[in-house]
């Protein structure tokens, strides 16, 4: 396993980050533990929650966490932690969705509570929130951190320019800001190369990348889903059928490279260097096995330019991917 740091701060995480949002709506709690242990095994230190994952209820997921915590040893010292905030959790005006101070204060004391821990090395905006100012954000999340209740603070699902601007309001406050950025990048989603990678690596933000295989795209069984999978549904198939000619021409490039195309996916991405490290979300243990495995894979610049051609993104950062 590779380490390295997360965007300016001194945090070493994993390259590969365990997603653990199935974790209690798909994958059971005894099956959950088998998989953080060996996550751990294969030197995997950076766990990824948050707090309205388990869906129903809400919670569940930081709720085994935490039970798999409570179990001892070095679980909790060997891990970098991290959980998101912004979803709606519970009935109460304040607890509807959003980022308000009222709620950041609440939501951190209800996941360190599920959590079983005194802290999150990671406290994460799931969502931006444009009805509140930063005037309000950063006083409410500096807080937390003075109370030692998050070491860190990071974004998911941000803008170019919502990075940018909220790095510019830290600064005046001398606050460190945000360390993270949490976003959605794969070969079938590149947009974030226009503004959003290059925001990242300007201010010394780590992106962790959630949904590298593309919401299951890219793994390789998209094209011949099984029966009661996640692709096995109206709406991912017409998904499918709108990205089937470029994912029959990705199937046989992987083919006579000789390699999975999950790997050659993951691989791509991890070549930018605005990638700080991907999120693997893994049903069982053999497919994190399997996943991990394949990691050692390095794509040479042929293979790269093939995949561009098959997927192409937007041309670039902006402006020049659509100015002179």
């Known amino acids: 396993m590779e380490y390295t740091r997360l965007g300016r701060s001194g945090l070493d995480v994993s390259r590969v980050t365990l997603g653990t949002m199935n974790f209690g709506n798909v994958t059971g709690e005894a099956d959950a ?3 953080m242990d060996r996550a751990l095994e294969l030197g995997i230190t950076f766990f990824d929650t948050s707090n309205n994952y388990g869906f129903v209820p809400k919670g569940l997921t930081e709720q085994i966490i935490g039970r798999w915590l409570a179990q001892g040893g070095d679980r909790r010292d060997s891990i970098v932690l991290a959980t998101k905030f912004y979803a709606g959790m519970g009935n109460s005006p304040t607890h509807q969705k959003g980022l308000t101070a009222i ?10 509570r599920r959590l079983q821990t005194d802290h999150v090395d990671l406290y994460q905006m799931h969502h931006v929130d444009r009805r509140v100012g930063w005037e309000e954000l950063w006083p409410a999340l500096e807080r ?10 990071g974004s998911s699902n941000f803008g170019g320019w919502h990075i940018a601007q909220a790095q510019a309001l830290a600064r005046e406050r001398h606050f460190m800001g945000l360390i993270s950025e949490q976003h959605q990048y794969s070969l079938v989603c590149r947009l974030p190369e226009l503004e959003v990678l290059p925001c990242c690596k300007a201010h010394g933000i780590g992106v962790i990348v959630y949904s590298p295989l593309g919401g299951g795209l890219l793994s390789g069984h998209a094209l011949n889903p099984s029966k009661g999978t996640r692709a096995d549904s109206d709406e991912a198939r017409a998904r499918i059928e709108k990205w089937r000619p470029a994912l029959e021409a990705f199937g046989a490039l992987c083919k006579k490279i000789g390699q999975r195309e999950a790997d050659v996916a993951l691989a791509w991405t991890r ?4 990638i700080t490290s991907l999120i693997l979300g893994p049903r069982n243990v053999e497919q994190l096995e399997q996943l991990v495995a394949g990691l050692s894979l390095k794509l040479d610049d042929e293979t790269m330019a093939e995949l561009d051609k098959i997927f192409p993104g937007p041309g670039g950062p902006a402006p020049e991917a659509y100015a002179w």
């Open 144 to 153: 937390v951190v003075n109370d030692g209740k998050t070491i860190y603070v």
């Open 103 to 112: 709620k950041i204060r609440r939501d951190i004391e209800d996941s360190l």
């Open 33 to 35: 533990f088998k998989i």
């Open 271 to 274: 070549r930018n260097d605005a």
